[in-house]
């Protein structure tokens, strides 16, 4: 039974990783990740499932986020790992990387097994929304960019009750650089009954559009 999830961006540097020089995550980004995944944990939850966008479908064996997930600081999965271990969370972790290419209903089935790994789980999905030009650039930012923003945002303000997330086209998503797509369908399939629903915190880090929201019974 899914009993809490957070929704947080997988930017490498929240982990603490970074490459050349991409910037720092915001600390009120950063504050608002710790907020999220701290509510989560307050539901009291046997074990916690980490989704993340990968670059294929792989469902890693159980784990602590303090030891022996296989991930990388800079993948989802590590991110979501760094998120887990400063909250203090020591209890197993399964992570599950999933490709940006997969269908509405196998994500939404995934889901809802996923909910049922243990009597109580907590999920934390990681992901990021669209990704604007380089300043660069002489074209201006894409115009769907700001439709998809404002419905990214709304479906985790109110819990996704129109079902957008599982409209959301794999195409256009991949096209404009959103990560999250897979890992926020699978918060669909694996949500039933959650029914308090929050948007803590939307900012955009180097061009790349980032939410965190924490869903709660």
Do not use: K
Request: hydrophobic residues 45%; negative net charge; glycine residues 12%.
């Amino acid at each position: 039974m899914l009993v809490a999830a957070a929704v947080c961006p997988d930017l490498p540097s929240l982990a603490g990783a970074s490459d050349g020089d991409a910037p720092a995550a915001p600390e009120r980004l950063r504050a608002a990740c710790a907020e999220a995944v701290a509510a989560v944990l307050a539901a009291a939850p046997d074990l916690v499932a980490v989704v993340a966008p990968g670059p294929r479908t792989l469902l890693h064996p159980t784990g602590r986020a303090d030891g022996d997930l296989p991930a990388s600081p800079g993948s989802g999965v590590g991110v979501g790992a760094a998120l887990l271990r400063r909250a203090g969370w020591t209890g197993p972790v399964r992570a599950y990387e999933v490709d940006d290419d997969r269908s509405w209903p196998a994500n939404g089935e995934d889901g809802v097994h996923l909910a049922g790994w243990a009597d109580r789980v907590a999920l934390l999905a990681l992901g990021n929304g669209p990704t604007r030009p380089d300043a660069g650039r002489t074209t201006g930012p894409d115009p769907r960019i700001a439709g998809l923003d404002a419905g990214i945002a709304a479906a985790l303000a109110c819990g996704d009750v129109d079902g957008w997330f599982p409209d959301l086209d794999a195409d256009l998503a991949r096209e404009l650089g959103v990560s999250g797509r897979s890992p926020w369908q699978l918060l669909d399939g694996a949500d039933e009954d959650l029914t308090t629903h929050r948007l803590l915190h939307t900012a955009a880090v180097d061009g790349t559009s980032c939410f965190v929201a924490v869903w709660t019974r």
